[in-house]
């Protein structure tokens, strides 16, 4: 994220008039488990920070659970967590919203 978090910045000084826009693929969730879970937290937060817009969400961002990734989700976070592709198996309606405009 430090990374991330500097090529922001150049690129900010760089093109002060250009607005950036940050997208992440999805599959950002870290191992099953208590290290996994913390890790996912913080890039969540790093994502907040860093001012991410959307981020997809694949099946591994669901792997510790629905409700964990829900409370995730809903602490204030600004990211907006799209998919097209992961619905629920009994209806096939989409978990989360599956596009989103900024």
Known sequence: MA???GY??????????TPILFVDAG????????????QTDALITAMGVLGYQVANVSQRELQHGYDVFMERRARGNSVAFIS?????Q????????PTAVR
Do not use: I, L
């Open 27 to 38: 599959d950002f969730t870290g191992d099953p488990g208590v290290p996994g879970q913390r």
């Open 84 to 88: 097209a592709n992961v619905v629920w």
């Open 3 to 5: 990374r991330r978090a």
């Open 8 to 17: 922001r910045e150049t690129f900010k000084k760089s093109y002060p008039a």
């Open 90 to 97: 009994d209806t096939g309606a989409p978990v989360v919203d």
